[in-house]
């Protein structure tokens, strides 16, 4: 006789929709880069779907984290070859990796980086790992003769991602959506840098086809979804909670600790805040800054031109289990939006692991951005304009903060509860 349960389970099984996931970013890679693609896939594998992986073989990371492929739960994950203008950077210019801030000019480099980032957003189109395109496609194909793909998922920046995934789902008739974590050509380096016209006219032309070609256009915050032509919903970055689960807070008795985990560009260096620590520290050391991650040339030899580094600790990457507990070990947690045109709609992957986190959050930034917004309603720290002092003082020697609260709704399972419908959506009207 055939066990029952088995029946069910089989019966569950077939029931599966297969979506196939288009994503450069993806274990080993480390970093936020990573994270919203492979939460997705986690919690869409727990609600019915199997997530099918298109990636990049040996690709061109910023940082590495090989304790993520835990999170890898026995998907088909297919590598295809790539041909990465920063991979010939870096052997030119003697590096392992591309720093997430290379497209930021620092005061001490030389010509040949100069060189390398004019050549690179003048006449590689739309990015530096546009030579991923030509064998994903053709692997692609593979994917899509060996299984019955229900729908295309595809997640950018890298923008060339967002090409393959087009021409996947046009040539074979299939519906696709189309998630942006940044904007494309409305990102603030394109305007710390002069490019050809013709060049961003063209990078318009292909982001224009892009969302043109989409079902569904996705992005992570409102007002990103404005600087975009055509119909986006939002869906957040987020928390996983089983990320926090046995982890207990440590935070140091003797000093305060206040942590920037990330990557830190040269337009969000917290010149005023470090000098605001500064001053506290001048008659003890009490406060202790450690700026965790990838942190740009001109922040670091600011910090010792002004003599920050009896305060500040820089530190470089950390797997992200160890981010998570060193989030909770903080007494305060730095965010700083990068202070440039059109940052109201910042709205880093990390602040909700902070929020989660529960350690208070100091946020460095627009009051009337999104990220603001979101800290303001989950009452999860204070938010201070760049030139802010005295508020800031008084934040840190406050000695009452009231709890976090309306975290629960940023966790990746209920953001993957929330693309599950549009996706559902998507298919109904296009098989309609």
């Known amino acids: 006789m055939v066990n029952p349960h088995l029946l069910v389970l089989r019966k569950n099984i077939i029931k599966l929709k297969k979506i196939l996931i288009v994503t450069y970013y993806w274990p080993p890679s480390g970093g936020p880069g990573v994270q919203r693609v492979l939460k997705f896939c986690k919690y869409l594998n727990e609600t019915g779907w199997e997530p099918i992986i298109l990636t990049v073989e040996n690709g061109d990371f910023p940082v590495f984290d090989y304790t993520l492929k835990k999170d890898v739960h026995g998907y088909k994950v297919y590598k295809s070859k790539s041909y990465s203008f920063h991979k010939i950077f870096n052997s030119l210019n003697k590096k392992s990796t591309t720093p997430t801030f290379q497209l930021s000019s620092a005061k001490q480099e030389g010509f040949l980086i100069k060189l390398f980032r004019w050549i690179r957003l003048n006449m590689v189109i739309p990015d530096g790992r546009v030579g991923w395109y030509f064998d994903s496609v053709n692997v692609g194909k593979k994917i899509l003769g060996e299984n019955k793909i229900d729908a295309i998922f595809s997640s950018a920046p890298p923008y060339t991602t967002h090409l393959i995934a087009k021409n996947l789902a046009l040539s074979n008739n299939l519906p696709w959506i189309a998630d942006f974590r940044d904007p494309w050509t409305d990102r603030f380096y394109n305007y710390e840098n002069k490019r050809w016209w013709i ?194 003082v008084q934040y840190l020697e406050s000695s009452k903060y009231p709890e976090t609260i309306n975290f629960e709704k940023y966790s990746r399972k209920n953001l993957t509860l929330e693309l599950i419908e549009i996706i559902k959506k998507m298919i109904d009207d296009y098989n309609k």
């Open 199 to 392: 060049t961003s006219k063209l990078d318009k032309v292909l982001e224009d086809s892009v969302i043109n070609s989409a079902q569904k256009c996705v992005t992570v915050s409102k007002e990103i979804s404005r600087s975009f032509i055509g119909d986006f919903k939002v869906i957040h970055n987020g928390y996983d909670e089983e990320d926090f689960l046995n982890v207990c807070p440590e935070k140091e008795k003797e000093n305060v600790v206040i942590r920037y985990i990330g990557t830190m560009t040269k337009l969000q260096n917290p010149k005023n805040f470090f000098d605001v620590i500064s001053k506290l520290n001048y008659n003890q050391n009490k406060y202790k800054v450690e700026l965790i991650g990838n942190i740009h040339p001109d922040v670091k030899v600011y910090i010792q031109n002004q003599g920050f580094e009896k305060f500040v600790e820089i530190i470089s990457y950390v797997n992200h289990s160890e981010a998570i507990q060193k989030m909770v070990n903080s007494h305060f947690l730095l965010l700083v939006i990068p202070n440039a045109a059109k940052n109201k709609g910042i709205v880093t992957g990390k602040l909700f692991e902070y929020i989660r986190s529960m350690s208070k959050i100091i946020m460095i930034g627009p009051l009337d951005g999104h990220a603001a917004e979101i800290i303001n309603n989950t009452s999860s720290g204070r938010c201070f304009d760049y030139d802010n002092s005295t508020d800031i």
